[in-house]
């Protein structure tokens, strides 16, 4: 079974540029989650998705960043403008909409912003 | 508001030692249980899980029962390896809109 995919792995970016994050969850799982880590910290929920709609996004700087998800399917976070403390790695889960299933992680994407 | 609190790492142990990472949990209804790890330069892997009250979830050697009285799920191994050395997360899926809550995270060093 294929994993959850994400790109790109690794993004360097300045102060007020902007950037994408691309994700592929695992197929068939309704669930999708975007979450921030930063180092040392434990993930931070940024959006829910089930399906196309969203289950809660109330983590979400939503000045700067947006995400959606066309057709239930891949999903796009973007940042515009990104700021320093966006500097983290961003991870991609996905789950089977129940409450038993564990939640697959992507690699993450490790973003920079100098 | 739901949420799970883990002991502050690191914890440093000798190799064969006996592990054990507190977790505790706040949460209404009934939420599902897990524990995710996280090898340096990897990404989150889930190490093991419990969906109910007094299930054990069992991997790799680690162990954890879901203990709905004192509203806890440590994390336990008997003797622990080298290659034990990570990150652990405790995290809980809700019943009603199946969002993860996650702990800080626990970093455990063994030592040879």
């Known amino acids: 079974e294929a994993g959850v995919a994400q790109s790109p792995r690794y993004k360097i970016i300045e102060k007020r540029q902007s950037v994408a994050f691309w994700c592929n969850p695992i197929?068939?799982?309704?669930?999708l989650y975007w979450y921030q880590q930063i180092l040392g910290q434990g993930p931070k929920l940024l959006i829910q998705f089930q399906n196309n709609g969203v289950v809660d996004d109330s983590q979400l700087p939503k000045d700067r960043f947006s995400a959606e998800r066309l057709k239930g399917v891949d999903s796009t976070l973007k940042i515009q403008p990104a700021k320093l403390e966006d500097s983290a790695v961003y991870l991609c889960?996905?789950?089977?909409?129940?409450?038993?299933?564990?939640?697959?992680f992507g690699q993450g994407t490790r973003l920079t912003v100098v | 508001g739901d949420s799970v609190t883990q002991m502050e790492g690191p914890v440093t142990l000798s190799e064969e030692a006996f592990l054990t990472i507190n977790c505790t949990y706040t949460?209404?209804?009934?939420?599902?249980l897990f524990w995710y790890v996280q090898y340096p330069g990897e990404g989150l892997q889930l190490l093991l899980k419990a969906t109910k009250a007094d299930d054990k979830g069992s991997n790799k050697g680690f162990e954890a029962t879901y203990r709905k009285e004192t509203t806890s799920f440590h994390l336990e191994k008997g003797s622990v390896q080298v290659s034990d050395s990570a990150v652990y997360f405790c995290?809980?899926?809700?019943?009603?809109?199946?969002?993860?809550?996650w702990g800080a995270g626990t970093k455990l060093i063994i030592k040879p």
């Open positions: 949460a209404t209804g009934y939420p599902s």
């Open positions: 197929s068939g799982h309704a669930t």
């Open positions: 889960a996905s789950s089977l909409w129940h409450q038993h299933t564990e939640a697959f």
């Open positions: 995290a809980l899926k809700r019943d009603s809109n199946y969002q993860l809550i």
